[in-house]
């Protein structure tokens, strides 16, 4: 396909495809801007690694609370927003759910938190923000780069092409399991005091994961019953699924298992015989005539 071919399509598209309604929203009129903040996105945090590299980190912890306490509420009210539009709305057709694009007040109110769903997302980059003037670089994986970089973009198409129906679905689980991640993190950044009450950790990685399993099973549904909901965004949304459930997957085998594999065989070895001999004992060995010398 020809350049003047794409720009054509393009022209097209944003005229007679997409939503008049969301048109003249913020951010809304052409892609550029969200693309432009991602790519400002992926410079400010690598710029600001080299920064960060010869400084002390920044202490936060008064500006966590804060942040992400903010996200907690911003993520309630979506979901409420969204429930209310659509779950609890008697018309909604739940089997498969088509966009509704005229200016009633209820399929106007499903816009308005799609909308906010999509601006989320760019607030959300203050996450890997925190990362960097912490140094916590550990955190800033290839996951999570890629889940905040594509987010954005996707829902900035969602926003301007099909803000309602099928979106119902995907975008309330991911402000619910928000409420919930936002919540730990806010209880974390109180202070060690909090870590007994951190227990469920290991949950919010497993809750973040089924979230993916309903929304690819919510998608399958509806593109194997022919759905009407604009078909190459369910097979967008299938593939990006796939995506996600296999680096979360990744992480999650990673992080909970083989570091549980490896604590275990270190506990093993701590107390154990050695093959020549010598009893160990951390990191320290006593050999046969009581003397220590470090292992």
Not at 134 to 140: C, G, M
Not at 245 to 259: D, G, M, P
Request: with cysteine.
């Amino acid at each position: 396909m020809s350049m003047a071919s794409l720009v054509e399509l393009y022209s097209y598209s944003m005229d007679h495809l997409s939503d008049p309604r969301t048109k003249d929203w913020l951010l809304m009129t052409s892609p550029w801007p969200t693309v432009l903040l991602v790519l400002l996105y992926w410079l400010t945090i690598g710029l600001g690694q080299r920064l960060m590299a010869s400084r002390p980190p920044f202490d936060l912890q008064k500006v966590m609370v804060v942040y992400n306490l903010a996200l907690v509420l911003l993520s309630a009210y979506m979901v409420h927003e969204l429930v209310v539009s659509s779950w609890m709305d008697p018309g909604f057709n739940m089997n498969c759910a088509l966009v509704d694009t005229s200016d009633n007040d209820t399929s106007l109110r499903f816009a308005r938190v799609v909308w906010w769903y999509y601006f989320s997302k760019l607030i959300e980059f203050a996450d890997t923000v925190i990362f960097v003037l912490r140094k916590k670089t550990s955190q800033i994986s290839f996951l999570h780069m890629y889940h905040h970089s594509s987010m954005p973009v996707l829902w900035w198409i969602g926003t301007r092409f099909a803000p309602g129906g099928e979106a119902f679905f995907s975008a309330t689980l991911n402000s619910f399991v928000h409420v919930v991640m936002y919540s730990y993190y806010m209880l974390s950044a109180m202070g060690p005091h909090m870590q007994p009450y951190l227990w469920w950790k290991k949950y919010l990685t497993s809750l973040q994961l089924l979230q993916f399993l309903l929304i690819l099973g919510r998608v399958s549904y509806t593109l194997y019953t022919g759905c009407e909901y604009p078909r190459l965004f369910q097979k967008i949304l299938l593939v990006y699924m796939f995506t996600l459930i296999t680096l979360f997957s990744n992480f999650y085998y990673q992080t909970y298992h083989l570091r549980q594999q490896r604590s275990s065989t270190r506990a093993k070895t701590n107390g154990s015989i050695s093959a020549d001999g010598k009893l160990t004992n951390g990191n320290h060995v006593h050999d046969a005539n009581g003397k220590t010398k470090l292992n």
